[in-house]
C-alpha cells in the first residue's frame, strides 16, 4: 500500500528531486500546497530547527506524515553567515541575483585562502504533528566562495560556489552530478536510509 508524505514546499522541483530519492519505498510525496498549507514561521535559530517546524506544520495542517529541508550557505570569514537567512540574506524578497551580490560584497578584500564555505541541509520527517523522536538527516558540501560568477546550472550561490573536487563551479556540473555531491543529495540519501529502517 502505498503511503503519502506531505513535502514543506510548492518547489516542484524539491518534489521531483524528493520523489526520485523514494522511489521502491511505496511512499508517494505531494507538496503541501496541494493542501492549501499555510507556509510556517521559520522562527529557529538552526536549519534543525527550522526544517522541524516546517515538517511540523505541514503534518498538523494535512494529518499525515510530513518532511521538510533547511539549508543554507555558511562562510567561514563570515562567521557562518548569511547561514539560516541565506535566501533572504540581501532582504525578504530580493532574489539570487542580490544575495549573490552581498556576498561578494562581504567578501570584496577576503583572500582567497580564507574564503572557505560549505552548504549544509538538514531534513527532518515526522510521522505525525505530535511527533516526539522526527528522524533528522544532516548533509555538508565543503568549497570556496569565487570573486565573481561562474555558470548557468542551479540557483541560489551556485554560481559563486567553487567545488574543488570538480575544479568548477557548483553552477557548471551537471544535474546527476550535483545530485551526488550535494549537501541535499547527501541528507537526501541518510533520510532513505533511516526511512527504509522504519518503514
Known amino acids: 500500500m502505498t ?3 506531505v513535502l514543506a514546499t510548492g518547489n516542484a522541483g524539491k518534489v521531483r528531486e524528493f520523489s526520485g530519492l523514494l522511489e521502491g519505498l511505496n511512499l508517494q510525496v505531494r507538496p503541501q500546497s ?11 535559530l ?21 518532511m521538510a ?26 532574489g539570487d541575483a542580490a544575495n549573490n551580490d552581498k556576498l561578494l560584497a562581504a567578501l570584496r578584500d577576503t583572500p582567497w585562502a580564507q574564503r572557505s564555505a560549505r552548504f549544509s541541509c538538514v531534513i527532518a520527517y515526522l510521522r505525525h504533528a505530535e511527533d516526539p523522536t522526527p528522524l533528522i538527516a544532516q548533509g555538508s558540501w565543503e568549497g570556496i ?10 540557483f541560489g550561490y551556485d554560481p559563486l560556489f567553487w567545488v574543488p573536487s570538480h575544479e568548477c563551479s557548483s553552477a557548471e556540473l551537471d544535474p546527476v552530478t550535483k545530485n551526488a555531491l550535494s549537501h541535499r543529495g547527501q541528507a537526501m540519501r541518510a533520510l532513505l536510509a533511516q526511512l527504509q529502517q522504519r518503514h
Not at 34 to 44: F, K, N, S
Not at 145 to 154: F, P, S, Y
Open 145 to 154: 566562495i569565487l570573486t565573481e560568477a561562474r555558470g548557468d546550472q542551479g
Open 69 to 94: 529541508d533547511d539549508s543554507g550557505l555558511e562562510v567561514d570569514a563570515l562567521q557562518g553567515a548569511p547561514g539560516i537567512h541565506s535566501a533572504r540574506y540581501a532582504g525578504p524578497g530580493r
Open 3 to 5: 503511503r503519502t508524505i
Open 46 to 66: 538552526s536549519f534543525i530547527e527550522n526544517a522541524i517546524l516546517k515538517a511540523r506544520n505541514a503534518a498538523l495542517h494535512t494529518g499525515l506524515p510530513a
Open 34 to 44: 496541494d493542501y492549501a498549507v499555510p507556509e510556517a514561521d521559520e522562527t529557529g
